[in-house]
C-alpha cells in the first residue's frame, strides 16, 4: 500500500465528522492545512482535518499512538508538516511506517511531544531568561528538545542540534497545544 494510500485510510479511520464548518476569525484559532482548528477537539481530532500533515496522521496511526493523543493530556505537540517527512532521505517514511520499525517509529514520534501545554509565548519567555538562551523539555521518548528565539521566530532543536521553525503556533486543542514545525525532530 502507498504512503498517500495509507494517509487516506489513517485519516478516514480517525476523522470525526465536524458539525459546523467555523472560519479562524469564528474559532479563535489558526487555520491549519486548509481547515479550521477548534479549540473543543482533541490533537487526533483536529490533526486529521489538516491536508499538511497527511503524513503524520499515517505515521501517528501505524505506531498505534492516536489512542493516547486523544487522551486527557496536556500535550505540547511539535507537529511535522508533509513536506518535512518528504525531505528525509528516499524511503525513510516508507521503511518507518513497517510493523517491524513500530518500536522506532513511535520513538520518533514520541520525541515531538512534550507533557503539559506550553504557548508559544510561554517557551519564548523560559528561551529569553534563561542563561544559555534556550528552553529545555524532555519528550515522552526521554529525548530533549531546547527551543530558542531568533529574531521574532520560535526554533525547536533535536538532541542532534538540528533546528525546526515553528511555522504556526499555539494551536490550542481540548487536550494542549500544537506547534506546527517545517523539519522532523531526530533522537539520537
Known sequence: MNLKKFATIAALALTTTLATAESHSETGNPMVGG??????KNIVENA?????HT???????AAGLAEALQGPGPFTVFAPV?????????????????????GT???ILTAHVVAGKFSGAEIM???????????HFKTLSGDALSAQVRGK?????????????VTIGDVNQSNGVIHVVNKVLLPK
Do not use: C, H, Q, W
Not at 35 to 40: E, G, H, L, S, T
Not at 125 to 135: C, H, Q
Not at 153 to 165: F, M, P, R, T, V
Open 35 to 40: 481547515a479550521a482548528m477548534f479549540a473543543d
Open 48 to 52: 486529521v482535518n489538516s491536508a499538511d
Open 55 to 61: 503524513t503524520l496522521v499515517a505515521a501517528v496511526t
Open 82 to 102: 508533509n513536506d518535512a517527512f518528504a525531505a528525509l532521505p528516499a524511503g525513510t517514511v516508507e521503511t518507518l511506517l513497517k510493523p517491524e520499525n513500530k
Open 105 to 107: 517509529l513511535t520513538k
Open 125 to 135: 519567555r523560559k528561551a529569553k531568561s534563561s542563561s544559555d538562551g534556550f528552553a
Open 153 to 165: 521566530n520560535l526554533y525547536i532543536y533535536d538532541e542532534s542540534g538540528n533546528a525546526a521553525k
